[in-house]
């Protein structure tokens, strides 16, 4: 398997595109585990669903033993290892945004989850079929990340993870409406 040198920024994609990545893609690169989500992008039914729920587990299993704090540090770093990911790994599949690139959708069902907690499962769920329906239909401010970072490269890379967050603002906005 050969990949363009995605630290050039001319650098072009892939001549032909990974429009299913497999096991093996998975583990050809750092990028690609991370960006994949360990593997929940390789789902071949909704891997941003799979991906969210991925996050969800990790979330529920790391919480004790992060703090508030410990919680911002992890989804700053894994922003910004997500960024240098989504960028290498679109580039190496030859897609501006695969669906199965999930890290986006991990980072921000992060934030959700962080700045609702506690929440009990009903919370979580609630949270979980909001983000899902903000990150799949793509309005308002959503469209207008993904449809004004499209591409290859950094910029490229900043858009698949800037949707997501939009979902995650639009997310937490109908959660504190909700509350209020």
């Known amino acids: 398997m050969s990949f363009s040198d995605a630290s050039s920024p001319n650098a072009q994609p892939v001549q032909t595109p990974v429009l299913r990545p497999t ?3 998975l583990v050809a690169h750092p990028a690609h585990f991370i960006a994949l989500g360990a593997g929940a992008g390789l789902s071949r039914l909704a891997p941003g669903t ?3 729920l991925w996050a969800w587990v990790a979330f529920l299993v790391l919480d004790p033993f992060l703090s508030t704090q410990g919680w911002g540090v992890l989804i700053g770093l ?8 989504c960028t290498v ?10 669906g199965h690139i999930v890290w986006d959708e991990a980072v921000a069902f992060w934030l959700v989850l962080w700045l ?9 769920l609630v949270a979980f079929a909001l983000f899902r329906l903000f990150d799949a239909v793509k309005v308002g401010p ?6 004004t970072f499209k591409g290859f490269g950094p910029r490229g890379g900043f858009g698949i993870l800037l949707d997501d967050f939009a979902a995650a603002f639009c997310t937490l906005l109908v959660i504190a409406l909700w509350r209020y």
């Open 116 to 124: 609702v907690m506690p929440a009990g499962f009903m919370g979580q």
């Open 89 to 98: 790994t679109a580039r190496h599949m030859g897609v501006a945004d695969s």
């Open 23 to 25: 096991l093996s893609f």
């Open 50 to 52: 799979a991906g969210t």
């Open 142 to 147: 959503m469209a207008w990340a993904d449809q």
């Open 78 to 85: 894994a922003t910004l290892a997500g960024w240098w990911a």
